[in-house]
């Protein structure tokens, strides 16, 4: 990923993944790349095969919204890869107003005062800035200083934990890519991929399918050290007034052997030393 034409990048993955027989085209004969011709896009969206070609090459700034959607209908994308083409088209608006990095005390305070719902906060960039101590005790990895993705990509004992390790992993790529968008020549962002498809053939072959999908909320399922097997929804809350944090918020039905067992990791992990755990917390994050 080098950044420099994410509408080309975009356009070129999701063109290989459409079979000819998808789109009512004849299959077979000989084929130099998997997936669609350009000319076949072009044909059936109604453009010419030169203007399609500027559209790969990044030559063309300023494509319609119309043109958009109607390759976005034949690459077959659905709302959330159709909003997404479109936004890679948009100018990239200008940064405006302070936006804090840091976790709010009050956010600390909040999180911090659930004993009963695992909850952290992170940036945009998946590094773990604020856990609370139940959160930690479901995995370690849920702590300030990690970075979530490295860690749920390259630690073998995160991948013993999650039952529904394959999933988790596809949706979280896909969520990177709805959240990278635009910024995909973000330094930062395009150290953390480079790293992860180097070190983890999981992470590359997902990221390479190009497949956008937002995260807002999902079910965990989790086998936990101590407990057992855990069931546990999650919702993302994005952070106002910050730059790009975001709160995770886990629960277990109410009623269910899950919230049994999540109560009793509570008991387990209440005699941590709150105040450490606070201190620790404050210091880690002023360095992100």
Same mark, same amino acid.
């Given at each position: 990923?080098?950044?420099?034409?994410? +509408?080309?990048e975009f356009l070129r993955a999701r063109r290989a993944l459409?079979?000819?027989?998808?789109?009512?085209?004849?299959?077979?004969?000989?084929?130099?790349?998997?997936?669609?011709?350009?000319?076949?896009?072009?044909?059936?969206?109604?453009?010419?095969?030169?203007?399609? +070609?500027?559209?790969?090459?990044?030559?063309?700034?300023?494509?319609?919204?119309?043109?958009?959607? %109607?390759?976005?209908?034949?690459?077959?994308?659905? %709302?959330?890869?159709? %909003? *997404?083409?479109?936004?890679?088209?948009?100018?990239?608006?200008? %940064?405006?107003? /302070?936006?804090?990095?840091?976790?709010?005390?009050?956010?600390?305070?909040?999180?911090?005062? @659930?004993p009963r719902n695992p909850a952290y906060v992170q940036n945009?960039?998946?590094?773990?800035?604020?856990?609370?101590? +139940?959160?930690?005790?479901?995995?370690?990895?849920?702590r300030p200083g990690v970075n979530l993705l490295r860690a +749920?990509?390259?630690?073998?004992?995160?991948?013993?934990?999650?039952?529904? @390790?394959?999933?988790?992993?596809?949706?979280?790529? $896909?969520?990177?890519? $709805?959240?990278?968008? !635009?910024?995909?020549?973000?330094?930062?962002?395009?150290?953390?991929?480079?790293?992860?498809?180097?070190?983890?053939?999981?992470?590359?072959?997902? @990221?390479?399918?190009?497949?956008?999908?937002?995260? /807002?909320?999902?079910?965990? *399922?989790?086998? /936990?050290?101590?407990?057992?097997?855990?069931?546990?929804?999650? !919702?993302?809350?994005?952070?106002?007034?910050?730059?790009?944090?975001?709160?995770?918020?886990? /629960? $277990?039905?109410?009623?269910?052997?899950?919230?049994?067992?999540?109560?009793?990791?509570?008991?387990? $992990?209440?005699?941590?030393?709150?105040?450490?755990?606070?201190?620790? !917390?404050?210091?880690?994050?002023?360095?992100?």
């Amino acid at each position: 990923m080098d950044g420099s034409n994410p +509408l080309g990048e975009f356009l070129r993955a999701r063109r290989a993944l459409v079979r000819p027989e998808d789109v009512g085209l004849p299959g077979g004969g000989l084929r130099r790349v998997p997936g669609l011709r350009r000319e076949e896009v072009a044909m059936l969206a109604g453009i010419s095969s030169d203007y399609y +070609l500027r559209l790969e090459q990044g030559r063309d700034r300023n494509p319609s919204v119309q043109v958009l959607e %109607a390759v976005a209908r034949v690459l077959r994308l659905d %709302a959330d890869a159709t %909003a *997404h083409l479109v936004g890679l088209a948009q100018e990239r608006p200008t %940064a405006g107003g /302070h936006r804090t990095r840091q976790v709010p005390a009050s956010l600390l305070q909040l999180i911090d005062g @659930w004993p009963r719902n695992p909850a952290y906060v992170q940036n945009r960039y998946y590094d773990c800035l604020a856990a609370n101590a +139940l959160a930690t005790a479901l995995t370690p990895n849920f702590r300030p200083g990690v970075n979530l993705l490295r860690a +749920l990509f390259l630690d073998p004992a995160e991948r013993e934990l999650r039952r529904d @390790w394959e999933d988790l992993t596809s949706q979280a790529v $896909a969520a990177l890519r $709805a959240e990278a968008g !635009t910024n995909a020549d973000d330094p930062r962002l395009r150290d953390l991929v480079g790293e992860l498809c180097l070190r983890s053939e999981r992470f590359r072959t997902l @990221w390479a399918r190009y497949e956008v999908r937002p995260r /807002h909320g999902r079910v965990s *399922h989790l086998t /936990h050290p101590q407990v057992g097997e855990l069931d546990l929804r999650s !919702t993302k809350l994005s952070v106002d007034g910050t730059d790009g944090l975001n709160m995770v918020v886990f /629960h $277990a039905e109410p009623g269910t052997r899950s919230a049994e067992l999540l109560d009793i990791l509570g008991s387990l $992990a209440a005699p941590q030393n709150r105040d450490a755990r606070r201190g620790s !917390t404050q210091e880690r994050i002023e360095d992100q």
